[in-house]
């Protein structure tokens, strides 16, 4: 856990519910849901709902513009003194959406000059936006990473969009990887602490790939690897070009997460797969409590 160590990490990690497995206990993060486009197809993602970089699948968030966000925010900030990061996770990609996400943060920035600000992104946009991500103070950057090898990649992510081209197959996931590993090294050499999350699927990217991943991702400075557990059930809308793959069971993920995570490396184990538009603790949503669209301006 060498790096908690130094205070400046500690500084940033501290408050911050998912980067603390402590800190879940006694902070709160809020979502919005400003992101809606997004330039991959993962196939364990239903598009009509909300992207699964962070969130489950199978559930429509409330979508706000940049104005209704840093209101709502301020709002939430209000009323709920544990609340110590805004991230946005969604419903689509963050940060190839990056014109609705910056501008967000830079109005929430203005009422709320001491908040983090949190990002989860499948990377493919990402090489050139971290230098706008860290002229805000987004510290925190999540990227979605499921494969190395272009085998594996292909049965998870069929199409990818990049520089207005759509692109298939194997083409689409060289891609796709060499632009979140460069997003990966620019985003540690700004000095952000990086979470990966990679959704382990039985059958796919299980055993070696998944460790392969960990240990490039490890290679390359990442500060925490959060294996998260497909969600399968078919009402969630995961099962398109996943069809009949099931979710891992909870043994399953533990050894995956032990196998990864036993010489004392950071993985994250608390993580509750967050909708795009979450309020609250993890795991304890207030938005139907705080009725955010109802909530008088502050
Ligand atoms: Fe949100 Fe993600 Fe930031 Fe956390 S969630 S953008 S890092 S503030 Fe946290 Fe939720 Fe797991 Fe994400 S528990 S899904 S890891
Ligand atoms: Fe869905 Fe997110 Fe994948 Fe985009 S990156 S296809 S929104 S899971």
Redesign the pocket.
């Known amino acids: 856990q060498g790096a908690t160590h130094d205070p400046a990490v500690w500084d940033k990690i501290k408050e911050?519910?998912?980067?603390s497995a402590e800190a879940?206990h006694y902070f709160a993060?809020?979502?919005v849901a400003v992101a809606p486009r997004c330039n991959i197809k993962c196939n364990y993602c239903n598009r009509k709902f909300d992207c699964v970089?962070?969130?489950r699948p199978g559930v429509v968030s409330k979508r706000w513009s940049p104005e209704e966000a840093a209101e709502k925010v301020a709002v939430v900030a209000a009323r709920v003194p544990q609340l110590s990061?805004?991230?946005?996770?969604g419903p689509g990609d963050?940060v190839f959406d990056a014109r609705k996400t910056l501008e967000t943060f830079d109005l929430i920035r203005r009422r709320l000059p001491d908040i983090r600000l949190?990002?989860?992104t499948n990377g493919l946009a990402l090489p050139e936006q971290v230098e706008a991500l860290k002229e805000r103070d987004v510290d925190?950057l999540?990227i979605t990473i499921n494969y190395l090898d272009p085998e594996v990649g292909a049965e998870i992510h069929p199409w990818i969009v990049h520089n207005r081209r759509k692109w298939v197959g194997r083409e689409a996931v060289r891609i796709l990887h060499e632009r979140q590993m460069e997003g990966l090294e620019r985003a540690v050499a700004a000095g952000m602490l990086v979470?990966v999350?990679s959704v382990l699927i039985p059958g796919i990217n299980d055993g070696a790939e998944i460790a392969a991943v960990n240990q490039a991702v490890r290679a390359r400075g990442v500060f925490l690897h959060?294996v998260?557990p497909l969600i399968s059930d078919p009402s969630h809308g995961t099962v398109f070009g996943l069809e009949g793959r099931r979710a891992p069971t909870p043994a399953e993920l533990d050894a995956a997460r032990e196998a990864l995570g036993g010489d004392g490396a950071r993985m994250?184990r608390?993580?509750?797969?967050?909708r795009a538009d979450?309020v609250g603790m993890?795991?304890a949503d207030l938005r139907d409590e705080l009725d955010l669209e109802n909530a008088a301006p502050v």
């Open positions: 911050h519910p998912c980067y879940h993060r809020m979502h970089n962070e969130s990061v805004v991230g946005v996770a963050a949190c990002v989860s925190h999540t979470k999350n959060n998260m994250m608390h993580c509750r797969q967050c979450a993890l795991g």
